[in-house]
């Protein structure tokens, strides 16, 4: 998920991120977030999501980490 325009989190956020983690956890995948601007990275690092989300400076680093992960999302032609 690119979080590079994101400005201000209110106070649903959260709850929007966790649920979205949950959901593509359950299915085997992991929620990797790309371009978080500092404040907000610490404003999720004091709700304790830091711990479960992956962070990447690039939405291309968050593609590559997701497809090492999961290698059937490489798809070669």
Known sequence: MNMERVTCLDS????VLIGAWWRVR???G???LAGV??????ILH???LTHDLAFHD???EALRASAHSHPRCLKTR
Do not use: M, Q
Not at 12 to 15: E, G, K, L, N, W
Not at 37 to 42: D, E, H, L, Q, S
């Open 46 to 48: 004091v709700a304790c």
């Open 12 to 15: 649903t956020a959260p709850a």
């Open 37 to 42: 601007p500092a404040p907000i990275r610490k």
């Open 26 to 28: 359950d299915h085997g």
């Open 58 to 60: 690039t939405t291309e």
């Open 30 to 32: 992991r929620l990797d």
